[in-house]
C-alpha cells in the first residue's frame, strides 16, 4: 500500500516513533501493520495520520507514482545523450524527498552513476560504482545494470578494454531490456582491433536504435560501423559513407556528432596519405567544440600532426600549439592525450632519442596494457625500426618478437 510507506517515511523523517503518531489514533501494532501493508485501513484513519504529519495524503500519492515514471524518463534521456534535458530531469528529481525511499533510492543511484559516466564526471561515477557495489540483496535488473555502469565505466575512463569486455559480455538481457550496451561492447572490441565483433555489436545497437527512433545514437553507432568497414585496406576511399552521416548530423544540428564524423574522416583520410583533406576536417571540428571537450583534444592532435606533415606552420607555432595541447590534456586529466603532445615536442625539437625513450617506456606499455591493438602493433613497428637502425638487436628483438607472435600461424605442415 502506497499510503503506508509514504506515513512511515514522512513519521521517521520528522524523528517520530510509531508511537507518538498513533497515539490518540490507533496502536503502534496498527502503526506498524499500516506502514508494511499487512491490513486493510479506513480512508477517514488514513487522513487523520496524514494530517498529524502534516501532509497532503494525495498529492503525496501522485508525487510518488510521478517519481518511477521521472526516473524512467531520465534513464532514456541518458541513453539518448540529451544532455540538457538530463541535467533538466536530474535537477527536478532532486526536490522529491521521497527519492530516499528504498523503492527509489536503488534506481536512483544506479541511473546518478550513468548520469555522471555522460557527463564526463568520472570521479562521481567511481564512488557511486564503489557504494553499489556493498548493496546486499540486489534485483536481477540492478545486479546487471551495474555490470552496464561498470563496463562503461573501464570503457570510457580507465581505457581498460579488456576489463570493460569482462563485465559487459555478462549482462544477462533476460533481466536487463536495455540493449544500449551493445554499442559499449562494439567501443571496447573496436579498441582492442577486434572489427568483426565490433562490427557485429554495432549492428546489434544499431537495430535497438533505430526502433527506438534514436537519431543521435544512430549516426554515432553507424559511424562506429563505418570505421571497421573503412580501415579494410582495400577500401575504396572515394566511397567513404562520412560525408552523408556528417550531412545528416549537420541537418539535426547534433554539432557533437558532426565533430566526431570530421574527426574520424581525417583520421581515415591520413591513413590514406590525403593529408590536405584530413587537416582541413580537423579545423572544422576546432571550429565547431570547445577546448574543453575531449574531442577537441584529439582533434587538436591530428591537426598539428597534419600541419608537421604538410609543412603549413613553422616549428615555433607547431611548438605552441603542442604545449598548449600538453597543458589543455594535463588539466582535462587525459593521460593518453598528453603522451601524444609530449611525443610532438620532442619531435618538433628533434629530441629524437628522448622521443623514442618516451615512446617505448611510456606510451607502448600503456597501450599495451590497455589492450588498443591499432596502436600497439604501430609502435611496435616504429619501435623494431628504430632499434635495428641503432644496431641494438636485443631491444629490437623485444619487439619483433611481439609482432611474430602476434602473427604466427598454427599450420601442421609435415
Known amino acids: ?3 503506508g510507506k509514504i506515513i512511515k517515511f514522512h513519521r521517521e523523517l520528522q524523528g517520530l516513533k510509531q508511537t507518538d503518531l498513533g497515539k490518540d489514533i490507533c496502536s503502534k501494532t496498527h502503526i506498524s501493520k499500516i506502514e508494511r501493508g499487512l491490513t486493510e485501513v479506513s480512508k477517514d484513519t488514513i487522513e487523520v495520520l496524514a494530517k498529524k504529519l502534516g501532509i497532503d495524503m494525495q498529492a503525496e500519492i501522485e508525487t510518488y507514482l510521478r ?4 526516473l524512467k524518463e531520465w534513464h532514456e534521456s541518458i541513453i539518448s545523450k540529451l544532455h540538457t534535458k538530463a541535467k533538466s530531469l536530474k535537477k ?8 530516499q525511499i528504498p523503492d527509489f533510492y536503488r534506481s536512483n543511484t544506479l541511473i546518478l552513476a550513468r548520469y ?13 560504482i564503489k557504494e553499489i557495489d556493498s548493496w546486499e540483496n540486489m534485483t536481477p535488473y540492478d545486479t546487471n545494470m551495474l555490470l552496464h555502469i561498470k563496463g562503461e565505466f573501464f570503457l570510457i575512463y580507465q581505457k581498460d578494454y579488456h576489463k570493460a569486455i569482462s563485465y559487459l559480455k555478462n549482462i544477462n538481457p533476460t533481466y536487463y531490456n536495455n540493449p544500449e550496451y551493445f554499442y559499449h561492447l562494439a567501443a571496447a572490441h573496436h579498441n582492442i582491433d ?12 544499431l537495430d535497438f536504435f533505430t526502433k527506438t527512433h534514436n537519431f543521435t545514437r544512430i549516426i554515432e553507432t553507424e559511424m562506429l560501423m563505418l570505421i571497421q568497414i573503412e580501415q579494410d585496406e582495400n577500401f575504396d576511399n572515394t566511397k567513404s559513407g562520412y560525408p552523408r552521416l556528417i550531412e545528416m548530423a549537420d541537418s539535426l544540428g547534433f554539432d557533437d556528432q558532426k565533430a566526431r564524423l570530421l574527426h574520424n574522416f581525417a583520421y581515415q583520410q591520413c591513413r590514406n596519405g590525403c593529408y590536405d583533406k584530413a587537416f582541413e576536417n580537423y579545423s572544422q571540428v576546432l571550429k565547431i567544440l570547445e577546448p574543453t571537450n575531449s574531442q577537441y583534444l584529439l582533434s587538436l592532435e591530428g ?17 605552441l600549439i603542442a604545449k598548449e595541447g600538453y597543458s589543455l590534456a594535463k588539466k582535462l586529466k587525459d593521460t593518453m592525450c598528453q603522451h601524444y603532445f609530449q611525443l610532438h615536442i620532442f619531435k618538433i625539437q628533434n629530441h629524437m632519442e628522448k622521443y623514442y625513450h618516451f615512446l617505448a617506456t611510456k606510451i607502448y606499455p600503456s597501450f599495451k596494457m590497455m589492450g588498443n591493438g591499432l596502436a600497439t602493433e604501430t609502435y611496435e613497428f616504429k619501435l623494431l625500426d628504430y632499434y635495428m637502425e641503432k644496431g641494438e638487436v636485443e631491444l629490437a628483438n623485444k619487439f619483433a618478437l611481439s609482432i611474430v607472435e602476434k602473427y604466427r600461424k598454427n599450420n601442421e605442415l609435415v
Not at 517519481?67 to 521521472?70: A, Q, R, S, T, V
Request: aromatic share 12%.
Open 1 to 3: 500500500m502506497i499510503q
Open 67 to 70: 517519481l518511477d515514471l521521472l
Open 92 to 99: 527536478q528529481l532532486e526536490d522529491i524527498v521521497f527519492l
Open 116 to 128: 555522471y559516466l555522460l557527463i564526463g564526471e568520472g570521479t562521481y561515477a567511481e564512488s557511486l
Open 194 to 205: 577486434s572489427r568483426v565483433l565490433a562490427y557485429y555489436y554495432a549492428n546489434k545497437a
Open 303 to 319: 591537426y598539428l600532426n597534419t600541419s608537421t606533415k604538410l609543412g603549413l606552420l613553422s616549428q615555433t607555432e607547431l611548438l
